[in-house]
């Protein structure tokens, strides 16, 4: 799943990256201290094997004689782990010399052929001694005299000890390293979050304008940041000015029609009354039909600028009130929940949509007129458009429509009922105005009877 927060994209790789270094960095560490650690046992081993091989000689009755002194009590305690060994070789008969903490006990020798001598005549091998311990072995083979009398000297140290050491060493890194790491992560996203708070800043503000709480980009911004907050600006009130120029152009057009459709209007009175009736209603039609544009242009003007928001509950109640008092025989009720919804449209467009399909309902209603708002539940509707949306839902108890009936309410000036007044062009200029916000209008047949108008109408974010 994308992450879609700037931060939590930033803080997740650099927290990564944090976690992948100090893992690498406590494995090479850890390695190269095992390999130093290794070494130093060995050069220790080889310190000792030497100073075994100083002080063993072979005396008048050409028998090996000396007493090695390591300097370590761990080659005079049995079953530690520590021991070296003299071994003549060859022809040289002759008892052998053994620490004391090995005893009578054989420690194993490796073969020549699997482990050689290197080039100083030392070689390294790892064996079990008699009672569990590994052990390191360094050996080595001396003439002693020149007699030619050869012995083996061996001294072997207890791996454990090795071991031991690693474990602790890296024990402690992982700890130091862990402290560090966290202090790190938790600096890094200080920072982090310290570098990006003007774009949440930016963010704030954004939302303030769409809120209606403000009309610009406003605060002091970094250098990186200030030329986006200089565009933005530029944009909203290029918007606006956009927005008030289509408006003014509107109001200019209709304001210099009103006057000859007036003219019009005033002579089909003084015609005969066939013409003058045919005259009177085509300049309706003219009428209704200029205001139908008009309005189209204003909100293609206007209708993706962010600052067109109405608020549902006053606006509609405000509606509901003028139903009521026009129609004191119906009952019209409301109902918005959440009560806080917004509309991302004009306060006329929404007068304009809404009222005339309370006016449709009241007209045919029996008795009751419903008008119910909610935030919009449809997946697919809002995964396409990628927006939050409100659904109006205007009821009434009337006697409804069936598929043929709506399908033919939709179209222009088309009329169902000619014995109520009207012009037939009230659901056509709801379906307009509703799909220049990219919303839906759907009519449908009510289970407990009458007719259902659905809006689906953009909200503000």
Same mark, same amino acid.
């Given at each position: 799943?994308?992450?879609?927060?700037?931060?939590?994209?930033?803080?997740?790789?650099?927290?990564?990256?944090?976690?992948?270094?100090?893992?690498?960095i406590?494995?090479?560490?850890? @390695?190269?201290?095992?390999?130093?650690?290794?070494?130093?046992?060995?050069?220790?081993?080889?310190?000792?094997?030497?100073?075994?091989?100083?002080?063993?000689s072979?005396n008048?009755?050409t $028998?090996?004689?000396?007493?090695?002194?390591?300097?370590?009590?761990? +080659?005079s305690?049995?079953?530690?782990?520590?021991?070296? %060994?003299?071994?003549?070789?060859?022809?040289?008969d &002759?008892?052998p010399?053994?620490?004391? /903490?090995?005893? *009578?006990?054989?420690?194993?020798?490796a073969?020549?052929?699997?482990?050689? +001598?290197?080039?100083?005549?030392?070689?390294?091998?790892?064996?079990?001694?008699?009672?569990?311990?590994?052990?390191?072995?360094?050996?080595?083979?001396?003439?002693?005299?020149?007699?030619?009398?050869? @012995?083996?000297?061996?001294?072997a140290?207890?791996?454990?000890?090795?071991?031991?050491?690693?474990?602790? +060493? &890296?024990?402690?890194?992982?700890?130091?390293?862990?402290?560090?790491?966290?202090g790190?992560?938790?600096?890094?996203?200080?920072?982090?979050? +310290?570098?990006? !708070?003007?774009?949440?800043?930016?963010? !704030? /503000?954004?939302?303030? %304008?769409?809120a209606?709480?403000?009309?610009?980009?406003?605060?002091?911004f970094?250098?990186?940041?200030?030329?986006?907050?200089?565009e933005? *600006?530029a944009?909203i009130?290029?918007?606006?000015?956009?927005?008030? !120029?289509?408006?003014?152009q509107?109001?200019?057009?209709?304001?210099s029609?009103?006057?000859? %459709?007036?003219?019009?209007?005033?002579? @089909? =009175?003084?015609?005969?009354a066939?013409?003058? #009736?045919?005259?009177?209603n085509?300049?309706d039609?003219?009428?209704?039909?200029?205001?139908?544009?008009?309005? !189209?242009? =204003?909100?293609?003007a206007?209708?993706? /600028?962010?600052?067109?928001?109405?608020?549902?509950?006053?606006?509609?109640?405000?509606?509901v009130?003028?139903? =009521?008092?026009?129609?004191? #025989?119906?009952? $019209?009720?409301l109902?918005?929940?959440?009560?806080g919804?917004?509309?991302?449209?004009?306060?006329?467009?929404?007068?304009e &949509?809404?009222?005339?399909l309370?006016?449709?309902?009241?007209?045919?209603?029996?008795?009751?007129v419903?008008?119910?708002?909610?935030?919009?539940?449809?997946?697919?509707?809002?995964?396409?458009?990628?927006?939050?949306?409100?659904?109006?839902?205007?009821?009434?108890?009337? @006697?409804?429509?069936?598929?043929?009936?709506?399908?033919?309410?939709m179209? =222009?000036?088309?009329?169902?009922?000619?014995?109520?007044?009207?012009?037939?062009?009230?659901?056509?200029?709801?379906?307009?105005?509703?799909?220049?916000?990219?919303? &839906?209008?759907?009519?449908?047949?009510?289970?407990?009877?009458?007719?259902?108008?659905?809006?689906?109408?953009?909200?503000a974010?």
């Amino acid at each position: 799943m994308a992450i879609r927060s700037l931060t939590a994209r930033v803080l997740a790789v650099s927290t990564v990256w944090a976690v992948v270094a100090l893992v690498v960095i406590g494995v090479v560490i850890s @390695a190269l201290y095992r390999q130093g650690s290794e070494r130093g046992f060995k050069d220790l081993l080889r310190a000792q094997l030497f100073n075994v091989v100083n002080s063993i000689s072979v005396n008048e009755k050409t $028998v090996l004689a000396g007493s090695p002194q390591l300097g370590d009590l761990r +080659f005079s305690q049995p079953q530690t782990g520590w021991y070296w %060994i003299v071994d003549p070789i060859g022809e040289f008969d &002759t008892p052998p010399l053994i620490s004391t /903490s090995l005893g *009578n006990a054989k420690l194993p020798i490796a073969s020549v052929d699997e482990v050689p +001598f290197d080039t100083g005549y030392v070689r390294f091998y790892t064996t079990k001694d008699p009672f569990g311990n590994e052990v390191e072995v360094a050996e080595t083979e001396v003439v002693l005299d020149i007699q030619g009398h050869t @012995a083996r000297f061996r001294v072997a140290g207890n791996r454990d000890v090795l071991e031991a050491d690693i474990n602790r +060493f &890296t024990r402690n890194l992982t700890i130091a390293l862990s402290i560090f790491g966290l202090g790190g992560l938790g600096m890094n996203a200080l920072t982090i979050l +310290f570098g990006l !708070r003007p774009l949440d800043q930016v963010r !704030r /503000s954004l939302e303030k %304008i769409r809120a209606g709480e403000s009309e610009r980009l406003d605060g002091a911004f970094p250098r990186e940041i200030q030329p986006l907050a200089n565009e933005v *600006n530029a944009l909203i009130d290029s918007n606006r000015r956009i927005v008030e !120029r289509a408006r003014m152009q509107v109001g200019n057009l209709a304001h210099s029609l009103k006057t000859p %459709i007036a003219v019009l209007l005033n002579e @089909a =009175r003084v015609l005969e009354a066939s013409h003058g #009736e045919l005259v009177r209603n085509q300049v309706d039609a003219m009428q209704m039909q200029v205001q139908s544009y008009l309005g !189209r242009a =204003r909100i293609a003007a206007q209708r993706e /600028s962010i600052l067109a928001r109405t608020e549902a509950q006053p606006a509609l109640e405000r509606l509901v009130r003028v139903m =009521r008092k026009l129609n004191p #025989e119906k009952e $019209v009720h409301l109902s918005i929940n959440p009560p806080g919804l917004v509309l991302a449209m004009e306060l006329q467009d929404v007068e304009e &949509t809404v009222g005339n399909l309370l006016e449709n309902a009241a007209r045919h209603a029996k008795g009751e007129v419903w008008l119910n708002v909610r935030p919009a539940t449809n997946e697919e509707h809002a995964k396409e458009t990628g927006r939050q949306w409100i659904v109006l839902d205007v009821d009434d108890d009337g @006697a409804g429509l069936d598929p043929d009936q709506i399908a033919l309410a939709m179209k =222009r000036g088309k009329r169902l009922d000619e014995s109520k007044p009207g012009t037939g062009l009230g659901l056509s200029i709801v379906s307009e105005i509703v799909r220049e916000y990219q919303g &839906t209008l759907t009519l449908s047949r009510r289970e407990e009877g009458g007719l259902r108008a659905e809006l689906v109408l953009p909200a503000a974010v």
